[in-house]
Antibody, heavy 127, light 108 residues
Framework: EVQLVESGGVVVQPGGSLRLSCAAS????????MHWVRQAPGKGLEWVSL????????YYADSVKGRFTISRDNSKNSLYLQMNSLRTEDTALYYC????????????????????WGQGTLVTVSS | AIQLTQSPSSLSASVGDRVTITCRAS??????LAWYQQKPGKAPKLLIY???SLESGVPSRFSGSGSGTDFTLTISSLQPEDFATYYC??????????FGQGTKLEIK
């Protein structure tokens, strides 16, 4: 059974930093692109970042570029999101999500939907 | 960036009704569209991928259609557990995985 379990969400002051983690199990972690998606309270879904199967490529939404860093440790089946210079508008529930197709599906694994999501971890940026 | 517009934003329907939700893309995205269901306090759940393919384990009353810029999600006969918020998502253009604004399906 595929499981994604996020952790690390807390209350932090504007300008602060935070590192989120996502522990994966039940699938061959290093075959898949992984994503972070967030949802502000009462709002819709916003894609945040992706990392390729091998960690060699990363992409970010413009809203977080230069402030957030995605990484992964395939030896630990874990995904991370380092969040710096946090703003009040970063307040959200952060989900990790798995790409549906493995990297060898289209030689990247980017052009696919997200078939499994964690339960989310809440980040609150407030003074 | 590709924009996705869902309609309606909210919808009231009864158990047994046939319901259709529309998602329009600001430019062509081929069949690179997914539909998700989200219930309060829960993570999104993939229903349809590649515009019309039913994800494993999803009831057959859910179906998707369309390509290019216009897409639909249809629920053939609403069940009590289907009342939720539905989102479309495009993955034709990375790194911009746009979601629609959501359609809240409520009990009439």
């Amino acid at each position: 059974e595929v499981q994604l379990v996020e952790s690390g969400g807390v209350v932090v002051q504007p300008g602060g930093s935070l590192r989120l983690s996502c522990a994966a199990s039940g699938f061959t972690f290093d075959d898949y692109t992984m994503h972070w998606v967030r949802q502000a309270p009462g709002k819709g879904l916003e894609w945040v970042s992706l990392i390729s199967w091998d960690g060699g490529s990363t992409y970010y939404a413009d809203s977080v570029k230069g402030r957030f860093t995605i990484s992964r440790d395939n030896s630990k089946n874990s995904l991370y999101l380092q969040m710096n210079s946090l703003r009040t508008e970063d307040t959200a529930l952060y989900y990790c999500a798995k790409g549906r197709e493995p990297y060898y599906y289209d030689s990247s694994g980017y052009l696919t939907s997200f078939d499994y999501w964690g339960q989310g971890t809440l980040v609150t940026v407030s003074s | 960036a590709i924009q996705l517009t869902q309609s309606p934003s909210s919808l009231s329907a009864s158990v047994g009704d046939r319901v259709t939700i529309t998602c329009r893309a600001s430019q062509g995205i081929s069949s690179a569209l997914a539909w998700y269901q989200q219930k309060p306090g829960k993570a999104p759940k993939l229903l349809i991928y590649d515009a019309s393919s039913l994800e494993s384990g999803v009831p057959s009353r859910f179906s998707g259609s369309g390509s290019g810029t216009d897409f639909t999600l249809t629920i053939s006969s609403l069940q009590p557990e289907d009342f939720a918020t539905y989102y479309c998502q495009q993955f034709n253009s990375y790194p911009s995985y746009t979601f629609g604004q959501g359609t809240k399906l409520e009990i009439k």
